[in-house]
Structures are given as structure tokens and as C-alpha cells.
């Protein structure tokens, strides 16, 4: 089956560094790719929708210049956290669509920031 | 905006019981809904996905129904294992191809 590979699995940072967490599709072309974010014991929340060769959407709420995303190939998206703080601390899940298929998900990654 | 339930919030079972979780969603218009597992700092693995067209899905001792008209989804597990201890997720897909989630049941099966 189709295979979404997120990286790193965990990253612990101290506050206003930046955080890169990639997400790579390995053996489909992923034309839209999504990112989640999670707090505890909440649901998972879209956070931005990711086109190949195109700027994210992001959604309501969401600081495009903090969160930044970049869908350079039909195989990798790529969020940034920006300048990140404790509050930033979470699960970020990525996600990515085959042709018009169910959505296949990365394992997420745990961030804290100290 | 599509708003998705989820009933309960958490339900502890003895080990060989069948059991239900309750998905439900304000907007009918869904191209599909899916239901997920997640385990504790983990990402998801999806189990079912029914179309906007169908009424249900099975997979092992996974049962999923839909019922578009009302607003109703329901993920009914035979036999429950301890290894089936997770949190559910149901999804909602609406046109817009964005998912929306419900905030899920935590799921204690006790051997």
C-alpha cells in the first residue's frame, strides 16, 4: 500500500529556534498534501493544504509566516516552525492524497520546545 | 462549517465484548468518511473508508456503517481485544477534499 514517510519522529528545541519536519510520499505523486497539528487530548486540526509548484492555504487561525510550508516536488512538503515557542509544542501529522483516493497518513512528529 | 461528534468520549470494555462508537456530522453534503485509529504519540492508520454513495464497510471484525441522511456514521467492532485499545477517529471528507475530525473515543478493551 501506499507509504507516507514523516521526519524527524520526535524533535525537542529550545524556544525561537526553527524546526523543519518533512513529509514524503515513496511510491505515489502527491499532488495535494495536508498538515495537522494536534494538541493533548484534542482532535487533529488542518493546519494548511499543501499544492505541488503552488503557495499553502492556510487555515483560519493558522500564521502562514510562523507555519511555513513548501511543496517543491510531487513526492515532498516540507513545514517549517519558524522562530518556535512552548506554546508551538505538539503533534504534527502530514498527510497526502493519491489521485483522488483516501488520504494516507505520516506517523507524525512530536515537537516540544523548551 | 462541518462540525463531527463523537460519542463517547471514552469507553472502557471487558475483553470478548462487542461495542459501538457514534460519529456524527452537521453537513450531509461528504464526498466520504473514514474512520482511523491512533495509538498513544503515534500517527494514524486508517481502517475504513465508505464513499458518500455507500452504506457500509467491513474489514475483519470492523463493521462501518453510514447514514448520510441523517448525519450518522457508527464503527461497530465484534469481539473486542485488548489489542484494540486505541483512539478512534471518524473524518469527514466534504467537497472541499478537507477532513474534518471528530474528537475522538478513547478506547480501553481489559483483559
Known amino acids: 500500500g501506499a507509504v507516507v514517510s514523516q521526519h524527524p519522529s520526535r524533535v525537542i528545541c529550545k524556544s525561537g529556534t526553527s524546526v523543519k519536519i518533512e513529509c514524503r510520499s515513496l511510491?505515489?505523486?502527491?499532488?495535494?498534501m495536508f498538515w495537522y497539528r494536534q494538541f493533548p487530548k484534542q482532535s487533529l486540526m488542518l493546519m494548511a493544504t499543501?499544492?505541488?509548484?503552488?503557495?499553502?492555504?492556510?487555515e483560519q487561525g493558522v500564521e502562514k509566516d510562523k507555519f511555513l510550508i513548501n511543496h517543491a516536488s510531487l513526492t515532498l512538503s516540507t513545514l517549517t516552525v519558524t522562530s518556535a515557542h512552548p506554546e508551538d509544542s505538539s503533534f504534527y501529522i502530514c498527510?497526502?492524497?493519491?489521485?483522488?483516493?483516501?488520504?494516507?497518513f505520516g506517523s507524525g512528529t512530536q515537537l516540544s520546545v523548551l | 462549517k462541518q462540525e463531527v461528534t463523537q460519542i463517547p468520549a471514552a469507553l472502557s470494555v471487558p475483553e470478548g465484548e462487542n461495542l459501538v462508537l457514534n460519529c456524527s456530522f452537521t453537513?450531509?453534503?461528504?464526498?466520504?468518511l473514514q474512520w482511523f485509529r491512533q495509538d498513544p504519540g503515534k500517527g494514524l492508520t486508517s481502517l475504513l473508508l465508505?464513499?458518500?454513495?455507500?452504506r457500509e464497510q467491513t474489514s475483519g471484525r470492523l463493521n462501518a456503517s453510514l447514514d448520510k441522511s441523517s448525519g450518522r456514521s457508527t464503527l461497530y467492532i465484534a469481539a473486542s481485544q485488548p489489542g484494540d485499545s486505541a483512539t478512534y477517529l471518524c473524518?469527514?471528507?466534504?467537497?472541499?477534499?478537507?477532513?474534518?475530525f471528530g474528537g475522538g473515543t478513547r478506547l480501553m478493551v481489559k483483559p
Open positions: 498527510s497526502a492524497r493519491r489521485n483522488n483516493e483516501k488520504l494516507f
Open positions: 511510491d505515489f505523486q502527491a499532488t495535494t
Open positions: 499543501s499544492n505541488e509548484g503552488s503557495k499553502a492555504t492556510y
Open positions: 453537513d450531509s453534503a461528504i464526498y466520504n
Open positions: 465508505i464513499q458518500s454513495s455507500q
Open positions: 473524518a469527514v471528507n466534504n467537497a472541499g477534499n478537507m477532513l474534518t
